[in-house]
């Protein structure tokens, strides 16, 4: 197995537990930790057994955005309601940016996800 099928069972576990709370982090646990073996190297365990440590972190419920935040979204949609067709949906996906800064903002540890962009980039083809 590869870190990044590790991860991808990492990142489905994380909303479960924000969703559920405390009890979901042991279940998560336990599958996450039956994943192991299947690692390829040493390193990629420890890297996965360094993000299982992190699991009960998402059981606390994260803050509701600011309502800067939520002003800011609120603009951005309202530029999005007055632009043009084609720039539309461009705008309003600005909020999606927000939103990542903010989750990074309130936890900086959090695995990146690879867009199409940034793969395309790490491979050369940019």
Known sequence: MQLREFTNAYNAAEPRIRSEGVGAVGLAERALGELLPQLRSAEDRRVAT???????????????????????????????????????????????????????????HRPLEPTETTSARLAGRH
């Open 50 to 108: 360094l993000l299982i440590a992190r699991l009960p972190g998402y059981a606390v419920p994260v803050e509701p955005p600011s309502a800067l935040m939520a002003e800011a979204w609120r603009k951005i949609f309202e530029l999005g309601d007055r632009a043009p067709t084609d720039e539309a949906a461009g705008i309003r996906s600005l909020t999606r940016a927000l939103e990542h800064l903010e989750q990074n903002l309130r936890d900086p």
